[in-house]
Structure formats: structure tokens, C-alpha cells
């Protein structure tokens, strides 16, 4: 019999959990300065403690400050009156009608591309996962949102800086806001070159190259996965994007 004076201790932990907690210990200010310089170690860290928050507001504010400085710096009204009047049912709108639609756009695009931000965090996580579990890996969701958030951070923090020199070395009427991403050969098509090429040479984009790099490295040591399966998953959803935005530009031209 067990002696009825004896203290009950709680049961260690299991040996997954333990060898979790020992990974390398990182503040949220050093993981943000370490995904740029030790992403491997970084990701071990946030595999023992995954965060994610700071990293998805410091997305959305880079967004946020792209949205402002283009509609400080473009008219943006007459850039969606123009997509609009290549439209042949837009052509034949009363002129109330048409700046009505013209001044809805502008709210619209202020509005819409922060709140992807969070819509893009949350669904990109949740295919890391399915990629995992369908590599024959485990990740939590908490996980997956880290890896998603801290390889997507460096290059839009890189495309942002980017983006902010092109709109303010350029003039306001030699501003394409399609391409402010010069990391690719497709911003420097002309503009009457095919949305479809310009669409498949976008998707050579170094700082979108980067931020797969950092995902395979993230999944990688995070999920417990292999290199190869690390890199199937990236490369696999990067393939299905690139296919369903090519196909959008060859249905809708652009």
C-alpha cells in the first residue's frame, strides 16, 4: 500500500514536450531581428514558444503605410476610372453613376488590402497545415501561424522600403501602383505589353523566392519535416498561385 502521508507530485512532462521546451529561449525583439540573420535558430524558438501577433500587426502596418503613401502620392480616383473605363458597360454609365463608382473604389482599396492581411495570415497557416499533416508531419495552428507570419516578414518588410522609394523617386503620373514591386522583370514590361506575360514574369520575384526560403527553413524546423517535404509544401502552394493568377490574367486580362 502507498503510504497516505506522502506528498503527490504531478507526472513529468512527456519527452516531446520536454526536448520542445529546451530549445533555445528568444524574446519577441530577438526573433524579429533573428529571422533576418539566424532564421534556423529563430525558428527552433518559435517552435519551443510560438508567437505571432507582433509579427502580423508589423505586416499589416507595412501595408498600411504602402495604402497611405500611394494614395498620398497618386490620384487614385483616376486610376480606378480609367481600369474602369476599359469596360464597355463602365463606358456607357451616366458620369454620376461612374464617380460614384469611382469614389466607392477608392474607399474599397483603402479598406480591402489591410484586411488581407489578417485573412491572407490566417489562410496561409491553415495550408501550412494541411501540408504538414499531408507530408505525414504535425504542427499546431499556433505554429503554423508562426511560421507563416515570421517568413513572410522579411521580404515585405524589404518590398515595403521598396515600394516607398519607388513612389517617392517617381512622378505621380509615372506611378503604376500594379508594380511597385521592382523585384521582378515583369514591373519593367511596358504598358501595352500582355497581362499574361507580365503576370508570369511577376512570379520570378526575388523577395518572393526569399520568403519561401524562410518558410522551407520555417516548416522544416518547426513541423519536424524534412528538407525535401519542407520544400515540396512551399514550392506546391507557390506553383497553384501562380497558376490561378496567370489564369486570372488570361480571363480578365490583368
Known sequence: MSDPNQQWQPPPPPAVEAAEASGPQMSTAETLTGIFFEPGRTFE???ARPRFLVAGLILLVLTLSVVAVLYMKVDMGEVIREQMMKSPQAAQLPPDQLEMRVKIGKIVGGIIFPLLVPITIAAGAGLYLLGVMAFGGTISYKRSLAVWTYSALPPALLGTIIAILVLFLKSADQIDPNRLAVTNPGAFMGSDASPVMVTTLAQFDILKFYGLFLAAIGLR????????????????FYIIAAILKISRAAIFGG
Open 221 to 236: 524546423k518547426v513541423a519536424k519535416i524534412s528538407s525535401g517535404s519542407a520544400w515540396g509544401i512551399v514550392l506546391g
Open 45 to 47: 524558438a518559435l517552435r
